[in-house]
């Protein structure tokens, strides 16, 4: 729309007016202010004059703004600068100007006067504002679109969301965004359409003042000042805040953030400082005033620790121009809280301050500060440093000796360090001999050395330091006694879950220090020798770490006196005893008998290799003859680990046996050595089968030499049924050596035996007397004549219960008799016995059932 002003309301137009201002310049100071210059023909002169200025945009003159602004009358140009919503780049901007007042009438309008925009540029491309500007936080901002033609949309785009569009012109569109949010150092994004390009600006927030601006020198060479802001700048770059110091009006200095130095200006002891801060919205300024003499705060430039063992030292270093001043120096020790102070006068060179820390820790971790001050102010910053005192190394020495066959010394040694990393450049080895006296030192790398062979035999003092970097560790001493011989008593020892528990009884004599020696890896080498110190009111010492099962340990007690440490008393254990390893060797060449067999063999049962202590021997036997064998293995127990034989006894002539032969423990037994051995024949008992039979062949004819007189004169037929067989000699040892003593009576619990004396009948006789028919010895329709069955009757149960158990008998049957004479009811029952028992000859011998 136009709008005329008050010019119009009624006032007539030939009424003296005043004359029109001239604009004298119109001109865009970036994308948002406008400046305008103007002045004024009067012909009258007042003090104040009051100005009407429009401002309209497009061809069209809209007016987008009215303002009065006050001058003063005698300025002969004014100016005034106009911030618009709308960037001035997207539409043309035209300002005019009158002067009102109220006590005269309103002047004439002034031409209007424009600043074009680029829209009137030919392009063909969208153009877009603002674009890569800083804009002011929470503010309300107009964003434009220039189209190459004219173009109809309903939205555009800020921070990727749509906002409804304002029409300027055909070709300029336009959106407005109020209470914009800040931004990081990215910005923000506007475009046209979603299918354009972006644009981006900044968000920020103008300068804000700063709080305690202050200025301060540490060495009187520079000053340093610095001040608080209370909100951090957003943006970086040729958008960042600047700080700028102004030097009492002289020199400036620029800053990049929130600190600031400057050189001291020679002889000047005042300064008046200020500090200007400013971005692209605008800018904040804070001024300081100070005696610099009053402002001197030193600051020691190094703090130097020189770690000792016990004790350190520690150098405060000054660089500055104190000339004049009188300093004081002060250290701090944490965690102690030692703290110790210098004072010297200041100079314009290097100035050292040096402290002692005593009484510290070995290889501990201290903390130590040092701050200065001139006398007067307040202390200056601390300087502070971490330093670890240096270990303390000690040297856990001792020997080990050997007197056969030649006598050496080893010595071996532990570093016993508070440190776990410790470098150890070398150990100095020194050694002592006595008589006659002389000192040898050397230095080694290891941890063991073998003295020379011309100390082999010395009585001599050992010393031992090691090397490390701060020096000489506490030397270790220890003395080499002269030869002696080893006559520690002995003892065995076992273990449990935890390790040894090893006693002892206390030596009266002793001066120093039990030493208990053993080998880490057991008897076999490679040894790896321990010791342990125990001090010398104590007789008890618990060993818990590293030990294995099945594995025997010896451990020395050594006494000591001012000779040296010799050998008290060795304890031989296992942490725990298992089964043995090892095999038993049988001689292979035992003493054998036809019934017994002595075993020998060969085993070391005090080998340390041993997993146990061997308690003694488990010998099995085991005989060959399969399924028919009445001999059940048996097991017999050598108890004496030393003994190396032993007789097994009661087997079996000309048989084969196995023996199992294996060494024990309290844990248990071996491996089994095997060997089988045949018994020998009896000879004895073969002869005594052939000559019994014989003996009773001759006491028989011994007995019936009294009755010569009556058989004489029978036939030798007569006597032919009279016959004993031999014993079978196939019989085995045991039934032969049984039917030999069958003649035997034994004792018994009871037994009832019935003797029959029956007079023979005349039949009987006459078969006896007849010598005119032998042929008729027997007739057919004959009996077996009574006499002829066996006088002793006894049943089975009867013997059985009476515990008779050898019963024998003489059939004097002729084996040339018709079987059916034989056969009476008393011979049937005798035959089936003889069956039952499986004889087949006349002679039976009933063996113990």
């Known amino acids: 729309m136009r709008w005329d002003g008050p010019w119009e309301r009624g006032r007539p137009r030939d009424v003296d007016t005043l004359s029109a201002p001239n604009i004298i310049k119109l001109q865009a100071l970036d994308m948002w202010t406008l400046e305008m210059e103007w002045s004024m023909i009067q012909k009258q002169q007042r003090r104040n004059q009051t100005y009407e200025i429009q401002v309209g945009r497009t061809a069209n003159m809209d007016i987008m703004d009215s303002m009065n602004v006050s001058r003063g009358s005698l300025d002969t140009v004014h100016t005034m600068v106009w911030t618009s919503q709308l960037p001035l780049n997207c539409t043309d901007h035209s300002v005019r100007i009158r002067l009102i007042s109220d006590a005269s009438p309103y002047g004439s309008w002034s031409s209007w006067k424009t600043n074009y925009g680029e829209m009137n540029v030919a392009h063909n491309h969208i153009q877009m504002f603002p674009y890569s500007q800083v804009l002011r936080e929470g503010s309300t901002v107009m964003f434009c679109c220039i189209f190459p033609t004219e173009t109809h949309i309903t939205s555009m785009f800020f921070s990727n969301n749509p906002y409804k569009v304002i029409d300027i012109s055909p070709q300029v569109k336009a959106i407005r965004v109020e209470n914009i949010n800040i931004t990081n150092e990215f910005g923000v994004n506007f475009f046209c359409k979603p299918d354009t390009d972006a644009a981006l600006n900044y968000v920020t927030f103008p300068p804000e003042k700063p709080q305690d601006f202050r200025c301060e020198t540490e060495d009187m060479r520079h000053v340093y000042c610095s001040w608080k802001i209370s909100r951090a700048p957003n943006l970086s770059g040729r958008r960042r805040r600047k700080y700028t110091l102004l030097i009492s009006d002289s020199t400036s200095v620029s ?64 660089s500055g121009s104190f000339k004049g001043l009188l300093l004081v120096c002060q250290i701090e020790l944490k965690p102690t809280g030692t703290i110790q102070e210098l004072d010297k006068n200041g100079s314009d060179a290097m100035q050292f301050y040096t402290f002692r820390l005593q009484q510290l820790t070995p290889s501990t971790t201290y903390f130590t500060r040092g701050r200065c001050r001139v006398q007067g102010n307040d202390w200056g910053r601390w300087t502070q440093r971490q330093f670890k005192t240096a270990p303390l190394v000690t040297i856990d020495l001792w020997r080990r000796i050997r007197e056969d066959p030649n006598r050496t010394i080893t010595l071996v040694w532990k570093n016993i360090s508070s440190y776990s990393k410790l470098d150890i450049e070398a150990y100095e080895v020194c050694v002592s001999n006595r008589n006659p006296q002389r000192s040898v030192c050397m230095n080694v790398t290891q941890t063991q050395t073998e003295l020379p062979l011309d100390l082999h035999v010395c009585d001599c003092d050992i010393t031992v330091r090691a090397v490390t970097q701060s020096g000489l560790s506490i030397p270790s001493h220890i003395t080499i006694p002269s030869a002696y011989t080893d006559i520690a008593k002995e003892k065995r020892i076992i273990g449990n879950a935890k390790g040894f528990q090893l006693t002892w009884t206390r030596d009266s004599a002793a001066t120093c220090d039990y030493i208990v020696e053993w080998c880490m890896l057991g008897i076999a080498p490679p040894c790896n020798l321990q010791w342990r110190k125990v001090p010398a009111n104590q007789t008890a010492l618990n060993l818990n770490a590293g030990f294995k099962a099945g594995v025997q340990y010896t451990f020395t007690i050594y006494s000591c006196s001012a000779e040296g440490h010799r050998p008290r008393e060795k304890q031989i254990g296992y942490l725990k005893e298992l089964e043995p390893t090892q095999y038993p060797t049988l001689d292979t060449n035992p003493n054998i008998t036809w019934s017994s067999v002595n075993l020998k063999w060969s085993f070391n049962e005090e080998d340390p290799s041993h997993t146990g202590f061997i308690t003694g021997y488990v010998i099995t036997v085991q005989d060959d003859l399969g399924a028919g064998s009445h001999l059940n293995p048996f097991r017999q127990t050598v108890g004496d680990p030393h003994s190396k034989s032993f007789t097994v006894s009661g087997l079996e002539e000309d048989q084969p046996y196995t023996f199992h032969l294996a060494a024990c423990t309290s844990a248990g037994c071996g491996p089994e050595t095997t060997a089988t051995f045949r018994t020998r024949k009896n000879y004895y008992l073969l002869a005594a089968r052939l000559l019994i039979p014989l003996l009773v062949l001759v006491g028989c004819s011994f007995c019936l030499w009294s009755y010569r007189s009556t058989i004489i004169g029978f036939p030798k037929e007569t006597f032919s049924f009279l016959h004993i067989k031999a014993l079978d000699l196939d019989e085995d040892l045991y039934e032969a050596s049984e039917k030999i003593h069958s003649l035997r009576i034994e004792d018994c619990k009871w037994c009832d035996v019935e003797i029959l004396d029956v007079p023979p009948t005349p039949a009987e006789k006459t078969w006896l007397a007849s010598t005119e028919d032998p042929d008729s010895f027997f007739s057919p329709k004959d009996t077996l004549p009574s006499f002829l069955t066996p006088s002793c009757h006894l049943t089975a149960d009867m013997c059985a219960a009476s515990g008779l158990t050898n019963f024998t008998y003489m059939s004097y049957v002729q084996q040339d008799m018709p079987k059916e004479l034989l056969e009476t009811p008393e011979t049937e029952a005798t035959r089936q016995e003889s069956e039952i028992a499986g004889f087949s000859s006349d002679y039976v011998t009933s063996v113990a059932t």
């Open 255 to 318: 800053c990049k953030h929130e600190s600031c130095s400057f050189e001291v200006i020679p002889q000047q002891i005042h300064y008046n400082i200020t500090l200007l801060v400013t971005n692209r919205l605008g800018r904040e300024s804070e001024t300081y005033i100070f005696n610099i003499k009053d402002r001197v705060f030193p600051v020691p430039v190094r703090l130097d620790v020189t770690e000792g063992v016990l004790d350190s030292e520690v150098v405060l270093q000054l």
